[in-house]
């Protein structure tokens, strides 16, 4: 797929950087840390920060702008080498990931009986 790394440069690496990593991997390792409701909850809150604002309001704290299909996600997967399309990269993101990450905690928690690791 096409790549275009130079518009989705992040110019401050700084705490609020950290701060969405670290919220964006616990959309991942949440479903084996945290009871079902609570991830579902915050995958709806995510959501609704697209829907209302039409962007990631974390973006803004460590310079990232929205323009030309810039995300979080393509920064970082650019920056371990993958070589991704941007709009492609947004639609996943915005449009798919929460709803997928929502019905995989359900599979793991309700359907298999896996019990969360921390509540």
């Known amino acids: 797929m096409k790549s275009d790394t130079v518009d989705s440069e ?3 690496i700084n705490g609020m950087f950290w701060v969405h ?4 991997s616990l959309a991942w390792i949440g479903p084996f840390l945290f009871w079902w409701p609570l ?4 995958y709806v809150v995510v959501q609704l920060q697209y829907l209302l604002f039409n962007r990631c309001l974390m973006n ?13 996600y393509h920064y970082i997967l650019t920056k ?7 709009k492609v990269v947004k639609f996943v993101v915005r ?3 929460n709803i ?7 599979l793991w928690q309700v359907v298999l009986g896996f019990k969360p690791l921390l509540f």
């Not at 990593?21 to 964006?24: A, G, H």
């Not at 704290?61 to 995300?71: M, P, R, V």
């Open 10 to 12: 992040i110019t401050t």
């Open 21 to 24: 990593l670290f919220v964006t």
């Open 39 to 42: 991830m579902i909850l915050a």
């Open 60 to 72: 803004e704290g460590h310079s990232l702008k929205e323009e030309q299909h810039n995300t979080f």
């Open 80 to 86: 371990m080498g993958f070589k991704l399309d941007k």
């Open 95 to 97: 449009k798919r990931l």
């Open 100 to 106: 997928f990450l929502g019905l995989f905690v359900i």
